[in-house]
């Protein structure tokens, strides 16, 4: 026999809170950030903060702020009761964290809590105990200024929920960065906090953000920092981001605010990573503290029950103004680094700059103009190659295997079919003499058969030829027009699995602009009819299942990986003369410390890191 639905009955509100805890209240570190906001929105200047057994235990803050008045303490435990807000249109124009009432009422239904508070130009102190939601004592206490609260056994009388709670370190430490991420915010607020009786950290009133960083990070990331200031249309990002160089295997220190609101918004994480894109790897991580000040109006913080999330009016203008403002730090870093090494008499480089092909906001599937690809890999010789007075009948780089040294080629035998694509990598010269000079560096030599060495000004530079000539030929595939495919005289037919079915009905129009000439009867079946000419067809196969196997749908993946299969390999030894022509053509590139993988290209030894290395001097 069906049980009979049961009638519809409106909750006991200790029961209510208890629900709404479960949104808000999620682990210690959730109690102390609410706890934390209502002081920064009291306009305290002082933060104390002790916590015991992980915030389990005990979470006691106290601060200098305004205070509560004793008539109104019974109510600030009362839930969608609030001082911040009065109408709707106050949730658009919020200048404040909390808004919602919801906070201590529903820490207070799962725990003891005791609040102490005096107001502002009062000698009179009050104060309030709660049990499980449920108001046990209260009355008048001593207190010299501003607010106490004391949160004991967390979770006390949902036991369940402690099964969800990691170790005391681990709560212990997402609680100190609640603390270290709000005290970034409010570099004028002195924050201390104490694990038992012992102080973990004290932090002082900064005059910037370095200053109070260089108390949380450590100072080899430190010294590694970029400054980021920049201003659009009413709107200002600023803060701090690591060098390329200086990264880490996890996205803990990716500290991203909206008004001063310590946020882990999607939208903003995607904006950073996109601006770093080409200079990281894929498991590296940079480090970040950026502030995005926008009109309240035009941000809803009212998207998420921890306040964690925001929703932006204008997305794609946000998306686009948080990755030029740090694309523009990192463009300023590498033009720092290379303007030492680089002679300022170089001529300008022909090649479009990053600017010219650079999108800011990532549009649904792009059409890109893809380069003439008739000079790579089977060619390499013809391109690289510097013309000398002594002819030579050599028209190939030695294989790989073979290590031998090659011959330059002669002027009367450079390859006249090579297009102006092939010339954009370095100006027009004519006949030259051979030379070890290249941008005010001198060309030392190969080490390993891999890496390209150069005396600089003041040190050595260290250049990897397969990082160099992948970002040569990446570029050169955004830039210029469609090859013809080369036919193959027997088809190659490939089996497809349905993801790699789908997929390549996804890049289907991007493999037809690389130069393949495809067929698909369907079934999990792929006929390769034609390959970019300057593609052997194995090659192209590798390159298509690669590239099938993937999950990227960004066009650059596509490009990337081309680049990688047409690149020199590490191992393989360059003539003098077509390293240089090598290195020419990548210091004309945009992007040039690293490839389209994000590894770097070039590493610099100046002289002092000589000296260390050789103990030559502290």
């Not at 002819?391 to 390859?415: I, K, M, T, Y």
Request: proline share 7%; glycine share 6%.
């Amino acid at each position: 026999m069906p049980t009979p639905p049961s009638s519809i009955r409106i909750l006991p509100s200790a029961l209510q809170n208890q629900i709404a805890a479960g949104e808000v209240v999620e682990r210690p570190a959730s109690v102390l950030k609410e706890l934390l906001e209502n002081s920064l929105d009291a306009e305290a200047t002082r933060v104390q903060v002790a916590v015991d057994r992980g915030g389990q235990g005990l979470i006691q803050v106290q601060d200098d702020g305004a205070g509560i008045h004793p008539d109104q303490l019974e109510l600030a435990v009362t839930r969608h009761a609030t001082s911040k807000i009065a109408s709707s249109e106050d949730l658009f124009s919020l200048h404040s964290f909390g808004f919602r009432g919801e906070a201590l009422p529903s820490i207070a239904s799962v725990s003891r809590l005791r609040m102490t508070s005096i107001p502002t130009g009062s000698d009179m102190a009050a104060f309030i105990e709660v049990d499980g939601g449920r108001v046990v004592d209260q009355g008048p206490a001593a207190l010299a200024g501003g607010t106490r609260v004391e949160v004991r056994d967390l979770f006390v009388n949902v036991p369940a929920r402690l099964k969800f709670l990691k170790t005391t370190a681990t709560e212990g430490k997402r609680c100190q960065d609640v603390l270290c991420r709000l005290a970034l915010a409010h570099l004028g607020v002195h924050f201390e906090y104490k694990v038992g009786d012992r102080v973990a950290l004290d932090l002082r009133p900064a005059t910037d953000l370095r200053g109070r960083l260089g108390a949380i990070w450590p100072p080899t990331v430190i010294e590694n920092l970029l400054d980021v200031d920049y201003f659009r249309d009413g709107h200002h990002l600023q803060g701090v981001i690591s060098a390329p160089h200086s990264t880490q295997g996890q996205a803990d220190r990716m500290l991203l605010y909206v008004n001063q609101r310590p946020v882990q918004d999607k939208l903003f994480l995607r904006a950073v990573r996109d601006a770093y894109q080409g200079r990281l790897l894929n498991r590296e991580y940079p480090q970040v503290a950026l502030f995005l000040q926008v009109p309240p109006q035009e941000v809803d913080v009212n998207v998420h029950p921890a306040k964690s999330e925001v929703r932006f009016r204008d997305q794609q203008g946000i998306f686009a103004l948080i990755r030029r403002g740090v694309v523009q730090a990192l463009e300023d870093l590498e033009t720092r680094r290379f303007a030492s090494a680089l002679d300022s008499d170089r001529p300008v480089s022909s090649t479009a700059s990053a600017a010219e092909y650079s999108s800011e906001i990532p549009r649904p599937d792009p059409r890109p103009k893809f380069a003439t690809l008739r000079e790579y890999r089977m060619q390499f010789n013809a391109e690289f190659a510097e013309p000398s007075i002594a002819g030579s009948d050599q028209a190939s780089l030695s294989p790989v295997s073979q290590h031998a040294d090659p011959e330059p080629l002669g002027a009367s035998q450079v390859d006249q079919s090579i297009t102006s694509a092939a010339r954009l990598a370095r100006p027009e010269t004519g006949l030259a003499a051979p030379r070890t000079d290249i941008a005010g560096m001198n060309y030392l030599g190969q080490a390993a058969e891999t890496y390209l060495v150069l005396a600089t000004e003041d040190g050595l530079m260290l250049v990897d030829q397969h990082a160099a000539h992948e970002r040569v030929l990446f570029h050169r595939l955004r830039h210029s027009a469609r090859p013809v495919p080369r036919n193959l005289l027997a088809p190659l037919e490939l089996s497809l699995h349905p993801t790699q079915q789908e997929r390549a009905e996804q890049l289907w129009a991007t493999l037809h602009d690389l130069g393949f000439h495809l067929e698909n009867p369907g079934r999990g079946r792929l006929i390769v009819h034609g390959v970019p000419e300057h593609m052997q067809p194995g090659t192209g196969q590798e390159f298509l299942l690669d590239l099938l196997d993937g999950r990227s749908r960004d066009p650059d993946a596509v490009w990337t990986l081309m680049a990688c299969k047409t690149a020199i390999t590490a191992g393989q030894k360059l003539a003098p003369s077509e390293a240089l022509h090598l290195l020419d053509a990548w210091l004309q590139c945009p992007d040039k410390s690293f490839c389209p993988h994000g590894r770097p290209v070039m590493v610099r030894l100046e002289s002092g890191d000589l000296e260390k290395m050789f103990k030559r001097r502290g």
